[in-house]
T-cell receptor, first 118, second 110 residues
């Protein structure tokens, strides 16, 4: 069983389009994240949700909108795609503290979704 | 904020020992993580240090000195499969996410 799964694995699209990436975890974790890894392999935090509540929104353009329908799912919708959005997007989860959302342990990553904007 | 520095690239030969250093600056230190990432794959957890000293786990060991803001990952008896990026990470100030360094790409040759 895959612990953190994200779809699609590859996404090729034109500038200006809107696309979504889905993520699901079956680990029972309270906290989920989206990270972006650019061409230089730098892994940067974008969003963090704890039990469906937004905890972190790092200086990410408004075109990126995360949605967490329940604590096992965290989806990422991107509007008006730009060339600079091309990257690998990783979903991750961890067993954060329930009330405060503090990170208490290791992150479990999905396989990544490689987005290419033409 | 956080600042994490680690070398960009390192090379080594099979059977050798390599040490990957990481220096960090952060407020509210809550542990330091090392992750391994093979090309085209997701990062996977290697180690976690919250107290000073050496943590050994098979061929891999990780060291932490909180007073110096310094950690290293030691890989012994290198194998070709150890060729990967090694990422050093600490919690952000609020303790709500891991902040990663830019990673060290290790190339192991025969």
């Amino acid at each position: 069983d895959t612990a953190v799964s994200q779809t699609p694995k590859y996404l090729v699209t034109q500038m200006g389009n809107d696309k979504s990436i889905k993520c699901e975890q079956n680990l029972g974790h309270d906290t989920m994240y989206w990270y972006k890894q650019d061409s230089k392999k730098f892994l940067k935090i974008m969003f963090s949700y704890n039990n469906k509540e937004l905890i972190i929104n790092e200086t990410v353009p408004n075109r990126f909108s995360p949605k967490s329908p329940d604590k096992a799912h965290l989806n990422l919708h991107i509007n008006s795609l730009e060339l600079g959005d091309s990257a690998v997007y990783f979903c991750a989860s961890s067993q954060g503290r329930k009330r405060t959302g503090l990170n208490t342990g290791e992150l479990f990553f999905g396989e990544g979704s490689r987005l290419t904007v033409l | 904020g956080q600042n994490i520095d680690q070398p960009t690239e390192m090379t080594a030969t099979e059977g050798a020992i390599v040490q990957i250093n990481c220096t960090y600056q952060t407020s509210g230190f809550n542990g330091l993580f090392w992750y391994q990432q093979h090309a085209g794959e997701a990062p996977t957890f290697l180690s976690y240090n919250v107290l000073d000293g050496l943590e050994e786990k098979g061929r891999f060991s990780s060291f932490l000195s909180r007073s110096k803001g310094y950690s290293y990952l030691l890989l012994k008896e290198l194998q070709m499969k150890d060729s990967a990026s090694y990422l050093c990470a600490v919690n952000n100030q609020a303790g709500t996410a891991l902040i990663f360094g830019k990673g060290t790409t290790l190339s192991v040759s025969s």
